[in-house]
């Protein structure tokens, strides 16, 4: 167990459709990534948030928005699905705002996205 | 642009057989280098990384990794292969922008086979 929680763990909706995916990182962790997993684009960086404000941005789209609360959670928010955007969201945490030696991204179960 | 090649989809190994999964990068700078394994619906777990000084990494469950800046290369061993080793191995180079970008590999599967 990394403690990053993920929920939901699975979700099905359809296309055209607006959810929400919720993060909340370890205990201590200021730091929050986005991941995207798909069998075509394989394991992506979509954006990351340091103490609610966002420090790195990836390849995440318009239709993409996410934001991290004052209690450090966070949500990815997709807007407009599309069937391509089915996939296994991570989120991961991290101490730090950049990467050191000390430092590590640890990683939630995901959140299985169908869209139908 | 920065990339990783990992040029291996899927690897078997018999139990108890030594493993090398092969990663190379393109970077324009010293990369930060990462190797991650992902157990069948587990999230990512970090086995070793490179930030600099000794290119010759340990990490853990046994696994070490050697950084070659001449061929670009960071490559994955281990000299005993458990048959719970079986799981999705993915490289990953990223770098410090004021945050942290990381970028992956496709990812090599490993079968163990007994």
């Known amino acids: 167990d990394s403690g990053v929680t993920q929920t939901p763990k699975h979700l099905i909706t359809a296309t055209g459709q607006r959810v929400t995916l919720r993060c909340s990182p370890r205990s201590g962790d200021l730091s929050v990534y986005w991941y995207q997993q798909s069998l075509d684009q394989g394991l992506q960086f979509l954006i990351q948030y340091y103490n609610g404000e966002e420090r790195a941005k990836g390849n995440i789209l318009e239709r993409f928005s996410a934001q991290q609360f004052p209690d450090l959670h966070s949500e990815l928010n997709l807007s407009s699905l599309e069937l391509g955007d089915s996939a296994l969201y991570f989120c991961?945490?991290?101490?730090?705002?950049?990467?050191?030696?000390?430092?590590?991204?640890?990683f939630g179960p995901g959140t299985r996205l169908t869209v139908l | 642009a920065q990339s990783v090649t990992q040029p291996d989809i899927h690897i078997t190994v018999s139990e108890g057989a030594s493993l090398e999964l092969r990663c190379n990068y393109s970077y324009g700078a010293t990369p930060y280098l990462f190797w991650y394994v992902q157990s069948p619906g587990q999230g990512l777990q970090l086995l070793l990384k490179?930030?600099?000084?000794?290119?010759l990494v340990q990490g853990i469950k046994g696994f070490e990794a050697e950084f070659k800046r001449s061929q670009s290369s960071f490559n994955l061993r281990k000299p005993s292969v458990h048959w719970s080793d079986a799981a999705e191995y993915f490289c990953a180079v990223g770098r410090n922008t004021g945050g942290f970008k990381t970028i992956f590999g496709a990812g090599t599967r490993l079968f163990v086979k007994a």
């Open positions: 991961a945490s991290s101490a730090d705002p950049g990467q050191g030696p000390g430092d590590t991204q640890y």
């Open positions: 490179y930030f600099s000084g000794d290119t």
